[in-house]
């Protein structure tokens, strides 16, 4: 299945995406931060054979040109390090915010007008649960897996905003991670239990940040299966 690609405009300049498939029911793949590439059209093409318009935006373009950043190497560079954490703070979460509008009339000019699912990998997965509040009524499911930073003192943490969200939620945490440590598991569950947020927090054991995406060096094939079966029965239930 060949990718479409988009060049979406939004408030800041132009937003490269790729779209996959032709579903009436969408979803968003909010990437991990090592950019659009293989990796991420891979799994957006498994999502697109379920039956759903996926689309797959460049969560960082303000800053592209950038990397292009390894999945296995880039932490190991001192310079590229420099390079991504400067690429990182430079959209923050109120920017992606902003963005989600665009990013849903891309997925219904694309012909899927009808409910919506988010899921985010490493940086993405607080950006997909604060689609899911600041767009309640068209996004139905959020799933993060390796998210971090889902409960921090930042005032844009995705637990603030709990009690907007309408959809189910779902966490998939790994089983060690310091950008998720198990004080802000808790701070998230409660909040979402306090918001009465139809919600699962899920420890996979060890695994490690990152587990699911198939080109980092920490990829774990039975993992990655056990969250391919959780966020299908999370959408199919969800989206139809």
């Excluded at 390894?70 to 954490?85: H, L, M, P, S």
């Excluded at 907007?164 to 779902?170: A, L």
């Excluded at 089983?175 to 598991?185: A, I, K, L, M, T």
Aim: glycine share 10%; hydrophobic share 40%; aromatic share 8%.
């Amino acid at each position: 299945m060949a990718a479409r690609k988009l060049s979406i405009k939004t408030n800041d300049g132009a937003c490269a995406a790729h779209v996959f498939g032709s579903g009436t029911s969408g979803v968003i793949l909010y990437m991990d931060a090592f950019g659009l590439r293989p990796a991420m059209d891979e799994m957006a093409e498994r999502m697109a054979g379920l039956g759903y318009t996926v689309l797959v935006p460049d969560l960082l373009y303000r800053s592209a040109p950038y990397g292009p950043f390894d999945a296995n190497n880039t932490f190991n560079d001192e310079k590229k390090v420099v390079e991504i954490r400067a690429v990182m703070s430079a959209t923050t979460h109120v920017m992606s915010i902003a963005d989600g509008a665009f990013f849903l009339q891309a997925l219904s000019d694309a012909g899927a007008t009808g409910p919506v699912g988010v899921v985010g990998y490493c940086l993405g997965g607080a950006r997909a649960i604060n689609a899911a509040a600041n767009y309640p009524d068209r996004i139905k499911a959020a799933a993060s897996f390796h998210g971090g930073n889902l409960a921090s003192d930042a005032a844009d943490s995705p637990h603030r905003s709990a009690a907007s969200i309408k959809g189910r939620v779902y966490v998939g945490a790994a089983g060690v991670d310091r950008s998720f440590p198990p004080e802000q598991s808790a701070k998230l569950a409660e909040a979402l239990r306090t918001a009465e947020v139809d919600h699962i927090i899920e420890n996979y054991v060890g695994k490690e940040h990152g587990w699911c995406v198939p080109d980092h060096d920490v990829y774990d094939q039975e993992g990655a299966e056990r969250h391919w079966t959780r966020l299908e029965t999370l959408f199919r239930e969800t989206l139809g």
